[in-house]
C-alpha cells in the first residue's frame, strides 16, 4: 500500500503517468470507476478548493467524500505517540485512523504546522502519525508540502508549454502582513527540479530561504533530471528572461514562532509584490499563484487579470490530478 504524503516518494514516470490520466479525465470527467469507493477528509484548517475538489472529484467518479473538521465537528485528535491526553483533545489519531480505514477506502488530511518549533514541525510527524495508523492510503492535503497543488501547477505547465524541461521558472517570496505556511513553496521548489526546469528561487535575503531539507533534494531532483537550481536576491536578474513565475509568500525559518521578530524583517520587503512592470521582464512569461491571494498585496490586479495568469487553471486542475491520484491509489487507473 503506498501514500501520498510528498511527491519525493513517487518517481518521475509515475507522476508523468498521474498527470495523463488527469488530462485524459479533464476531457472526459465522469466515470464510476471509484463506485462504492469512499474518501475522509480531514480538515484540521480552512480551505476552499481542497475541500471542493476532492469532495466533487469523489462524486464524478462514483464514490462519496466524507469531509470532517476535527476539534468543530468531529472529536479533536492528538497525534502524538505516548501522549498523556489531558489537553483539548477527545480522541487518538490511532483509534480515530483506525475507525476511518473500516469505513473509507482514502484517508486525506490537512494540517498545517504549528508556527512553534521549526525543528518539531520539518519532522511532518503529524501526518506521519496518521499514515501509521491507517490501513488505508492516505493522502497530504498540505502540511508542510502541499503534493496535490504541485501536481496541478505541473498539469498547468504541461498543458501551456508541452516540454518543461530547461524552462526557466522563478519562484518568488512575496510580501504579505504575516510569515505563512512554506508548504507551497516547498512543493513547487521539488516540482519544478523534478521534471527538469531551470527554477530560479528569488527570496529578499538569506534569511527567507527554504529548509535545507527541500533545498539539498532540489537539487538533487536537479541533478537526476537535467534542471538547475539556483538562488537570487536581485528582482530584475531573476525575472529576465522567465518563462514562468510562481508566486508565494512565506515566513522566515530562523524567526518561525516569534512573528513580531519576523515582521521587522518582512515590513522592508513590500516591492516584492508581482506587477505588469516586472512580468514585462519575462520571456512572455506565466504567471501563477495556489490560491488564495491578497490582490494588490502580493500581485497586482494587472498581474491577476492578465492572460498570462492561470491562476484559475491551476485551481481546476486540482480536480483533475486528485482524481488521477484517488484513481491511481486504489487501482481504478489500470
Ligand atoms: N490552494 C489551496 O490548497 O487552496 P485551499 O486552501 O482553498 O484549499
Known amino acids: 500500500m503506498k501514500h501520498f504524503l510528498t511527491t519525493s516518494d513517487w518517481s518521475r514516470e509515475e507522476l508523468d ?28 484548517n480552512p480551505s476552499l478548493r481542497t475541500r471542493t475538489s476532492f469532495d466533487l472529484g469523489m462524486q464524478q467518479l462514483g464514490g462519496i467524500a ?29 483509534e480515530a485512523a483506525g475507525v476511518l480505514s473500516r469505513y473509507c477506502d482514502l484517508i486525506g488530511l490537512r494540517a498545517f504546522p504549528s508556527f512553534v518549533d521549526w525543528s518539531k514541525d520539518r519532522e511532518d510527524n503529524v501526518i506521519k502519525s496518521l499514515a501509521k495508523h491507517s490501513s ?12 496535490c497543488q504541485e501536481m496541478a501547477m505541473m498539469l498547468t505547465l504541461k498543458e501551456r508549454m508541452g516540454t518543461v524541461a530547461k ?26 527540479t523534478k521534471f527538469g526546469m531551470d527554477v530560479t528561487l528569488l527570496c529578499p535575503e538569506p534569511a527567507f530561504l527554504l529548509d535545507s531539507q527541500f533545498m539539498d533534494k532540489a537539487k538533487e531532483n536537479a541533478a537526476e533530471s537535467g534542471g538547475s537550481l539556483q538562488v537570487s536576491h536581485d528582482i530584475e536578474a531573476a525575472y529576465a528572461g522567465a518563462d514562468f513565475v510562481y508566486a508565494k509568500s512565506w515566513g522566515a525559518l530562523p524567526y518561525y514562532g516569534r512573528p513580531e521578530e519576523e515582521y521587522e524583517l518582512r515590513k522592508k520587503y513590500r516591492h516584492f509584490i508581482v506587477n505588469e512592470e516586472k512580468m514585462a521582464l519575462t520571456d512572455n512569461g506565466l504567471f501563477s499563484h495556489c490560491l488564495p491571494l491578497r490582490r494588490n498585496i502580493k500581485a497586482t490586479d494587472g498581474v491577476m487579470d492578465a492572460r498570462y495568469c ?22 481504478a487507473d489500470q
Not at 479533464?26 to 484540521?44: H, Q, V
Open 17 to 44: 503517468s498521474m498527470l495523463q490520466l488527469a488530462a485524459e479525465l479533464k476531457k472526459t470527467p465522469l466515470n464510476s470507476s471509484l463506485k462504492g469507493r469512499s474518501i475522509a477528509l480531514l480538515f484540521l
Open 66 to 94: 466524507i469531509v470532517l473538521q476535527p476539534g468543530k465537528d468531529a472529536w479533536g485528535l492528538e497525534f502524538k505517540t505516548g501522549a498523556v491526553m489531558d489537553g483539548d483533545a477527545e480522541e487518538h489519531i490511532a
Open 136 to 147: 488505508v492510503p492516505v493522502i497530504n492535503m498540505e502540511t508542510i508540502v502541499h503534493p
Open 167 to 192: 524552462r526557466k521558472m522563478v519562484l518568488t517570496w512575496t510580501w504579505h502582513p504575516r510569515p505563512l505556511n512554506t508548504a507551497v513553496a516547498n512543493s513547487a521548489l521539488l516540482m519544478g
Open 310 to 331: 492561470v491562476a484559475l487553471d491551476e485551481a481546476e486542475n486540482r480536480l483533475h490530478v486528485q482524481k488521477a491520484l484517488m484513481m491511481n491509489l486504489l487501482g
